[in-house]
């Protein structure tokens, strides 16, 4: 299994300007009760690894977010909702909430040019390199996750590229520029494509299992699956647990760990080519912690404290890409000829 | 049906064949022949033979030819001749007359596949470095610059390939040959060629460095250092191009010590478009699985039992790195002569 490391200029300004993304969480609280407190049952496995549930790390770790209370797996250190939710709540969330449409016209319009260069052009450039690798007809057909929908067939969007990939990159980045040779319909209950894409999708699907076996029965034999997800072993969700800016119900409801996404996606009968964690942002996040007085361990502490220069924080970055440590996962999945049994 | 093959010698790459075929539903090894008792011992699961002439056999489809340099060119030409596919390890010889040799009977024998040894090209860094300059989204490959390098290692000294009346040529034909072979897969022929060379450390009176500059009527430029007393071993390639440039460096081998095998990828930047300039982001891709061999067996199992012309790692690409290794030691012992004569 390959990875990749890559150096991007993405600041936390970039993506979440501070005053707009304060007025996110604060319509979230009041969003939440409206869409959330019809829960179901509770979880008893990890819906990443299948362990129970029982096995909490450390035993008894549990904590609560915005009425929402999360789990971390003992077994594969998934942090995951631990109770499930009605789906078309959530689907009505994303898609008529306060805070969605806030989300949509206030941190949107102020984040999409950079946004669109520093995620999705880098997301695309890196699709259309590994796409070096196989071997397609150049009419792909490709389907991309809508992240405000979360994980309904109606949320997936196709595209068939005459020419080649620049127009599926530009379908991506901008969701409306498209060219002349791409057009977008619904995809069919029973349609199959090549190529699946999406863009911190993932972690919204209340049931990741039931999303990549979904993910796999609508791609064509030697698809690939390109998407990214918020990871429970990025180093800020380590160090800070419960207070992890990273995890953000609803948004994310649950966020896999390096290795139980790899088993996970192994059960569904993918092959894993590609994990990489190109984060930028793990540093700038905990020093953003440690000025809120959010708690952290001594040695990260002591880093902040004593190895603040730029280079260092680049150093650190770099090692967290690296050893798999950084917070923001890019997948690259595989569905093999045959679907493993 | 499975190629049925017969590998003439048991050292470091016919162990490498003998695996990779047991893992092939493509391959079926049927005869090792080594001279060696104490590396036949170590053989179990396949006929064992010290005869080398066993491979000649009516039940052998293709022979590995996994000998030292100087049986190559012999083996391989009479396996042809026998009727045999046959599969060569590098060099493909000692000398650039062994391998004009070897294509003569080729020649001869049209409906027998010949395939070297060239592993290097199908390495996960060189195949994606190569699809990127195929695709040409980073333009034109303007020059390539190689280091290739060891430390000698165990039993260095009395190894056959520091004998040059067995090898042929010291560390520029053993390893560089590899570096010089990955040149002609990424640019375009090379014409003219310069070199210095020493054994300035070894002193087995072959060269233990060499330099090695490149030239071709397209304008593209390329320099190897191969060198047996780098200490590190150390494997990297560079190759620039017009909108950017690669780098592999690092290299997937049993041992590991050439270090974890990446790519780089770096986009060339100007004051226009970054502060940055002159330190662009790279993406650095790392690579765990060496699937190499497979790849390469793989081709040779499917120009056999498919009737296909063998387009990699043929007799021609063994032709063009033999002959820069050649016009690289006339040129470097030209100027050794003269250097001499200054002295």
């Not at chain 2, 990779?20 to 022949?33: A, D, G, H, Q, T």
């Amino acid at each position: 299994m390959e990875f990749s490391t890559v150096f991007l200029d993405v600041q936390e300004k970039d993506v979440r300007p501070m005053d707009e993304y304060n007025g996110y969480l604060d319509r979230l609280k009041q969003d939440i009760p409206n869409y959330y407190a019809e829960k179901g049952e509770s979880r008893m496995t990890c819906p990443v690894c299948n362990a129970s549930l029982s096995n909490m790390h450390p035993p008894g770790e549990e904590f609560t977010k915005n009425l929402i209370t999360y789990v971390k797996c003992g077994s594969c250190s998934s942090v995951v909702a631990k109770e499930k939710f009605v789906l078309s709540n959530i689907q009505a969330f994303f898609t008529e909430s306060e805070s969605r449409k806030y989300w949509m016209t206030e941190i949107w319009s102020k984040t999409s040019e950079a946004r669109i260069e520093k995620i999705y052009q880098p997301f695309v450039s890196w699709a259309q390199g590994r796409l070096l690798d196989y071997d397609f007809a150049e009419a792909l057909s490709v389907a991309e996750f809508l992240p405000n929908q979360p994980g309904l067939l109606e949320g997936w969007k196709r595209v068939r590229s005459k020419d080649n990939l620049s127009a599926f990159a530009s379908c991506v980045t901008t969701g409306t520029n498209l060219g002349e040779s791409v057009t977008i319909h619904s995809i069919e209950t029973n349609e199959k494509v090549d190529i699946l894409m999406s863009v911190d999708g993932l972690n919204r699907f209340e049931d990741p299992a039931r999303a990549l076996s979904w993910a796999i029965e609508h791609l064509n034999p030697g698809g690939l699956f390109f998407f990214t997800t918020t990871l429970s072993t990025g180093i800020e969700t380590l160090e800070l647990g419960a207070d992890s800016y990273n995890v953000l119900p609803p948004d994310r409801l649950f966020l896999p760990s390096y290795e139980g996404l790899q088993a996970l996606a192994a059960r569904a009968g993918f092959e894993v080519v590609e994990f990489s964690t190109p984060g930028m942002l793990d540093a700038a996040l905990l020093r953003h912690a440690e000025k809120e007085g959010r708690k952290l361990s001594p040695t990260i502490q002591y880093f902040l404290n004593n190895r603040s220069v730029e280079n260092d924080v680049k150093e650190f970055q770099s090692t967290l890409q690296k050893l798999r440590l950084s917070a923001f996962g890019r997948v690259l999945l595989h569905k093999k000829d045959c679907k493993k049994t | 049906m499975p190629v049925k093959c017969a590998i003439l010698g048991f050292g470091y790459m016919g162990e490498i064949r003998l695996r990779e075929m047991r893992e092939s539903e493509l391959f079926e090894p049927v005869l090792v022949c080594e001279p060696d008792p104490e590396k036949r011992a170590k053989l179990s699961g396949v006929e064992i033979s010290d005869d080398p002439e066993q491979i000649f056999r009516n039940d052998i489809d293709a022979v590995f030819v996994c000998t030292p340099n100087d049986k190559i060119p012999d083996f391989t030409c009479r396996a042809l001749k026998a009727g045999k596919h046959v599969f060569a390890e590098k060099p493909p010889g000692r000398s650039y007359q062994d391998i004009k040799d070897i294509i003569a009977v080729e020649e001869e024998c049209s409906d027998r596949k010949l395939m070297f040894g060239f592993n290097h090209r199908y390495h996960p860094g060189m195949q994606r470095a190569k699809k990127i300059i195929d695709k040409k989204s980073l333009g034109r490959v303007l020059w390539v610059r190689g280091l290739y390098g060891k430390s000698g290692g165990k039993n260095f000294a009395s190894s056959w390939r520091n004998k040059k009346e067995v090898s042929g040529g010291g560390i520029l034909l053993d390893q560089g040959i590899h570096m010089l072979d990955l040149f002609n897969f990424f640019c375009e022929p090379f014409n003219e060629v310069k070199a210095f060379t020493s054994d300035a450390y070894w002193q087995f009176e072959l060269e233990d460095n060499a330099f090695v500059i490149l030239k071709n009527p397209e304008g593209q430029n390329a320099m190897l250092h191969s060198s047996a007393t780098f200490w590190k071993h150390r494997f990297q390639i560079d190759i620039g191009l017009e909108e950017g440039y690669l780098t592999v460096q690092g290299f997937l081998s049993k041992s590991g010590s050439y270090g974890r095998e990446t790519l780089i990828i770096g986009r060339k930047q100007f004051e226009d478009e970054t502060d940055a300039i002159g330190n662009p982001s790279e993406e650095i891709i790392y690579f765990d699985k060496d699937l190499s061999w497979q790849i390469e067996m793989e081709k040779f199992a499917d120009c056999v039992l498919n009737d296909r012309p063998v387009t990699d790692s043929t007799s021609a690409h063994a032709l063009a790195a033999m002959e820069i290794v050649h016009k690289a030691y006339v040129d470097s012992s030209t100027k050794n002569i003269d250097s001499a004569r200054q002295n």
